[in-house]
Nanobody, 124 residues
Framework: QVQLVESGGGLVQAGGSLRLSCAAS????????MGWFRQAPGKEREFIAA????????IYADSVKGRFTISRDNAKNTVYLQMNSLKPEDTAVYYC?????????????????WGQGTQVTVSS
């Protein structure tokens, strides 16, 4: 069993920044690919970013490329999402997810465990 807990969400003005954190349980965290997804009310879950087990590979959705950065600290069992130049359309609940089978993936079906989500609201 893997447990994931997101934190760091909040209310910011457009152009501002937030850093989300996802703390994972288990001693095998370093072997998991990790991803961030988001979901706004009435919309489907959207892929944001992913990082390989080693941190050596990352992928991003076009909508956040150049603004968001995913990283991980395996010693702390934590993955981060640094969000800069935030836009109102970034408003959503953000979820982290752990992939126990694949090195890295942009698809939600590849992920086995999900956090509870943290709300990010960007005002104009």
């Amino acid at each position: 069993q893997v447990q994931l807990v997101e934190s760091g969400g909040g209310l910011v003005q457009a152009g501002g920044s937030l850093r989300l954190s996802c703390a994972a349980s288990g001693r095998t965290f370093s072997s998991y690919g990790m991803g961030w997804f988001r979901q706004a009310p009435g919309k489907e879950r959207e892929f944001i970013a992913a990082i390989s087990w080693s941190g050596g590979s990352t992928i991003y959705a076009d909508s956040v490329k150049g603004r968001f950065t995913i990283s991980r600290d395996n010693a702390k069992n934590t993955v981060y999402l640094q969000m800069n130049s935030l836009k109102p359309e970034d408003t959503a609940v953000y979820y982290c997810a752990a992939d126990t089978r694949y090195r890295i993936s942009r698809y939600d079906w590849a992920y086995d465990y999900w956090g509870q989500g943290t709300q990010v609201t960007v005002s104009s």
